[in-house]
């Protein structure tokens, strides 16, 4: 089982319509969940990150934590062209012997006009 | 600017050079990493450092051989690479969580090319 699961898409949203990027996770230790958007030829960069169960808002985007069902995942509002990109799920681990961030393969979102 | 600065941002090599990547942060974190991504591909985590500890090793042929002198900066060196390697090398930094949000700010990533 792979440790951070999405689904590589792509997903095709209308403009202005809500985007929903879904994650899940094996390890149930996770502490903290973060969302990158990386664009073709970029680096990733963080959009949001959460550690506590339920929702959280920043602006158009909101994500949602379920520890119990091990899923979190990121809601975009009033979707962009711009937000056409790759976004992905990292999933933070303390182990023994140190930090371990850990990264799904990405869903690529396509925002169409 | 991120503050996680990688150089170079290009490099051709061929598959008997020796070469190295750099990656320097300015954000006072104590996590680094080195993550590969391949065209079409998830990015990989290859190593990640600890307080200037090599924490993680994930499974990676021994060309690559990663080094932190210290929290601040980490090198990734490569000898006798193979034309699958062409990839894009990502350095990341994180903070310790007892001393604040832990999530990773990467560098620009340096576009390997293996010839």
């Known amino acids: 089982q792979k440790e951070v699961e999405q689904n590589s898409g792509p997903l095709s949203v209308p403009e202005g319509a809500i985007a929903s990027l879904n994650c899940t996770y094996s390890?149930?230790?996770?502490?903290?969940f973060f969302w990158y958007r990386q664009y073709s030829g970029k680096s990733p960069e963080l959009i949001m990150f959460?550690?506590?169960?339920g929702d959280k808002e920043d602006g158009r985007f909101t994500a949602q934590l379920n520890k119990a069902s091990q899923y979190v995942s990121l809601l975009i509002r009033d979707s962009q062209p711009s937000d056409s990109a790759t976004y992905l799920c990292?999933?933070?681990?303390?182990?023994?012997?140190?930090?371990?961030?850990?990264f799904g393969t990405g869903t690529q979102l396509k925002v169409e006009l | 600017e991120t503050g996680v600065t990688q150089t170079p941002r290009h490099l051709v090599m061929g598959m008997t050079n020796k070469k190295s990547l750099k990656c320097e942060q300015h954000?006072?974190?104590?996590?680094m990493y080195w993550y590969k991504q391949s065209a079409k591909k998830p990015l990989e985590l290859m190593f990640v450092?600890?307080?200037?500890?090599?924490?993680e090793n994930n499974s990676v042929p021994s060309r690559f051989s990663p080094e932190c002198p210290n929290s601040s900066h980490l090198f990734l060196h490569l000898h006798t690479l193979q034309p699958e390697d062409s990839a894009l090398y990502l350095c990341?930094?994180?903070?310790?969580?007892?001393?604040?949000?832990?999530?990773?700010?990467f560098g620009q990533g340096t576009r390997l090319t293996v010839v």
């Open positions: 390890d149930r230790g996770s502490q903290s």
């Open positions: 450092y600890n307080f200037k500890e090599q924490t």
């Open positions: 990292a999933v933070y681990l303390l182990t023994g012997g140190g930090n371990k961030l850990t």
């Open positions: 954000l006072g974190h104590n996590a």
């Open positions: 990341a930094s994180s903070q310790d969580p007892g001393q604040g949000s832990t999530e990773a700010f």
């Open positions: 959460i550690y506590s169960n």
